[in-house]
């Protein structure tokens, strides 16, 4: 008697056909079984299956049929590595070694044991037994593939796909013919393609993290503060302006010029490696992601630098005209090779420019860490309290070589009073405000901040101001055994003038110092620690109400605190140093060519300002700012006192519409314990009777007219 088979055990014979076919996704897996995979119920063939063979295999399911016919292949998956073997005879050929490749087995079973979603097309005991894969190995792979769907995709034309990809490409939902659908496709037809699976996860045999501390150390040596407020979500510092990618060139990049190579950050530092190693791209960006992620390529800007900008669009215009004179073709040859010259030209100054601002960034950072650790070794010989011979005379030396080396700059000034937290009233945008100068001090040396904060009442930023705080820092926050000085400034003309050099020269010639050295960054790129210290005074300014300068003083102190310290100025700090120098020294002739200015004795005891137009290379020419028929050894310090801007009376007075102002916005927006005692009392503003009533709107608006009626009769009569 034959057996009938029953619908579902048909649907399931006529299921695996399809799918050995190509003409299903996956076979037709039954309710009741899918906790357990694919179990089918076959039909009488797979009685005839050896249960010796296949003790273990279920025999309701077709992953015999199915997946038994792969299982050879599946083993087969061999890699040959051939085993040398120096005692083997001659006559004797060497031989080779099989083993399981791993990788390419993983491949086959992402492909053909899961669907989409990661579900089991075959039962699980079935594919351990006919294939001999572990139950461990099967479940990570089924992870993976259950992954594979929140995989980024991407969409490519048909012709496009390379073939080993072709696991990956996402099939529609509605298509059940898989072959059908991609031979019916045109090759300008779009599809989707999911990224690679990765199939290990484990740690590299080659992470090079010896590797990683040069390369930190040299993002550091290469980048800068942007100025941007701590906490922002874009980069806080940029690298140098000479990079202008991260990846190094490629192989089809191998004939570029050396100084474009040279732009790519990890290509430049695998110079710097000296052929001791090297990172690939992207392990540079995977630790620049890790350790550095607050620093980014410096992005293209035309005001970045003045030079920049204007070499730039030289470069730009004559390279238009070298192409349209070729186009128009009635133009010699001698005419196109002018401008085709003037563009290139162009384009290797400022090139030449920004190697300049590199090198010097790098100088700059070399002083810094060179002062700090010779002070470091300094602190340490001196907290022993009982010390030998050598370790006194390496004190001294120490102490003969150590330079303290300061970064000076002045922020954005200030303006009070300041609604940060509170919503600014309307009426007192357009107010003047008083000026808050702010002079940021960074002692790389002692790795400590001061900051100094003046009003306009004070004095202006000039030379006269700079002077005299850099004096009263040195003077007081200074080891009185120091011998050596060295600031870094910007080229602004607060920093960078007269004064400065002739002060240098006066602290030299009354021995506080054996040597001075300033320094002045290439104009346009003189970003420098200061920055750093302005970028956190500014973050917190704007998110705090600033109405008096006692509440700025107080903002600034927490910020720097443990390590610095905020000084607010008066008149009686400021001199009046051009006044004062020009009594025994001369102006220095052609200043702005320069900017490396040492001051120190010669050899005959004679002080001279020796002089360069490169902080970092070049030879020094001298100069002697002494007038003549002056005293050598004049001391202006004993007249400092008289020249003070208390005493000359130099500080500026407010205009009077200033003044005007700030009594408005401290009258009617500032609580009156705030009000600064130097501003004057204004009338008192009496407002008309209104009899009580209820509430209503009527009663605001009448009120509101009497406001506007007393101040328009105050305005009159003032």
């Known amino acids: 008697m034959t057996k009938t088979l029953s619908y579902r055990k048909k649907r399931s014979k006529d299921s695996a056909k399809r799918f050995l076919s190509g003409e299903a996704r996956h076979p037709y897996v039954l309710r009741e079984d899918i906790a357990d995979g694919l179990r089918n119920i076959i039909d009488g063939e797979s009685e005839h299956i050896s249960e010796s063979k296949h003790k273990n295999i279920s025999s309701s399911c077709t992953c015999q049929k199915t997946l038994g016919q792969f299982a050879e292949m599946f083993k087969s998956m ?234 730039r669009e030289q470069k730009r215009r004559y390279e238009t005209v070298a ?71 390496k004190l001294w030396e120490l102490i003969n070589q150590v330079t303290f080396t300061l970064s000076l700059d002045y922020q954005q000034s200030k303006l009070i009073p300041h609604w940060g937290f509170s919503p600014q009233p309307g009426e007192t945008y357009y107010l003047r405000k008083l000026a808050h100068n702010i002079f940021g001090i960074v002692n790389h040396t002692l790795a400590e901040n001061t900051v100094y904060v003046s009003d306009e009442r004070v004095g202006t930023k000039n030379g006269d101001m700079t002077v005299s705080l850099t004096d009263h820092y040195i003077s007081q926050k200074l080891p009185s055994w120091g011998r050596h000085l060295c600031l870094f400034m910007d080229n602004g003309p607060t920093n960078k003038n007269q004064f400065m050099l002739q002060w240098g020269m006066e602290l030299v010639a009354r021995g506080d110092y054996d ?37 700025l ?67 020094y020419a001298k100069k002697n700012l002494l007038k003549k028929g002056i005293d050598v050894g004049l001391d202006l310090k004993n007249e400092i006192s008289k020249f003070t801007y208390d005493v000359r009376g130099l500080s500026p007075d407010l205009s009077e519409n200033k003044i005007a102002d700030l009594v408005k916005m401290y009258d009617k927006f500032i609580n009156p314990t705030l009000r600064p005692k130097w501003i004057p009392i204004s009338p008192q503003i009496k407002i008309g009777h209104i009899e009580a009533s209820s509430p209503s709107s009527e009663l605001a608006r009448q009120h509101m007219m009497n406001l506007k009626k007393e101040k328009r009769n105050r305005g009159k009569k003032q």
């Open 515 to 551: 040597t001075i050295r300033m320094c002045f960054f290439v104009p346009g790129h003189a970003k420098n620690d200061a920055d750093r210290l302005f970028s956190r005074i500014s973050h917190a300014f704007n998110k705090n109400d600033v109405f008096i300068t006692e509440h």
């Open 323 to 393: 192409m349209r004179l070729q186009q128009n073709g009635n133009s010699s040859e001698e005419k196109i090779f002018e401008n085709q010259a003037l563009a290139e030209s162009y384009g290797l100054l400022v090139e030449e420019h920004r190697t300049d601002a590199d090198n010097e960034l790098r100088h700059y950072r070399q002083l810094t860490d060179k002062s700090r650790a010779l002070y470091l070794s300094i602190e340490e010989l001196q907290r022993k309290k009982s010390k030998t011979e050598i370790e006194k005379t």
């Open 553 to 619: 003083v107080t903002i600034i102190d927490s910020i720097i605190k443990p390590d610095g310290s905020c000084i607010l100025v008066d008149n009686r700090e400021i001199v009046n140093w051009k006044e004062l120098l020009a009594k025994k020294y001369s102006s220095f002739i052609s200043i702005k060519n320069y900017r490396d200015f040492l001051i120190k004795r010669n050899s005959n005891g004679k002080i001279f300002v020796y002089h360069k137009a490169c902080c970092y290379h070049g030879e």
């Open 78 to 311: 061999f890699r040959n590595d051939l085993k040398l073997n120096s005692k083997v005879s001659p006559d004797k050929p060497n031989t080779t070694k099989k083993h399981r490749n791993i990788t390419l087995q993983n491949k086959w079973l992402l492909e053909n044991i899961f669907d989409s979603h990661g579900n089991y097309i075959y039962c699980f005991s079935c594919i351990k037994e006919i294939l001999g894969v572990g139950g461990d190995r099967l479940r990570r792979l089924r992870k993976i593939k259950r992954n594979q769907v929140n995989r980024p995709v991407i969409q490519l034309r048909k012709d496009q796909v390379p073939s080993e990809r072709a696991c990956d490409i996402v099939v529609p939902a509605d298509e059940t013919n898989i072959l059908d659908w991609w031979m019916n496709l045109k090759d300008s037809s779009i599809v989707e393609l999911r990224s690679p699976l990765k199939l290990h996860y484990g740690k590299s045999n080659n992470d090079k993290k010896e590797l990683l501390p040069c390369f930190l150390k040299f993002i550091d040596n290469n980048s800068q503060p942007n100025g941007r407020r701590i906490g922002s979500h874009g980069p806080l510092f940029f690298l140098s302006s000479k990079f202008d990618r991260i990846n190094q060139p490629s192989v089809n990049q191998a004939d570029k010029p050396e100084q474009w190579k040279r732009r790519s950050l990890v290509y430049e530092f695998n110079r710097t490696l000296a052929g001791d190693g090297s990172i690939s791209d992207r392990t540079a960006k995977k630790w620049m992601k890790t350790y550095r992620p607050k620093h980014a390529i410096t992005p293209k800007k035309t005001d970045y630098c003045e030079m920049c900008a204007e070499c």
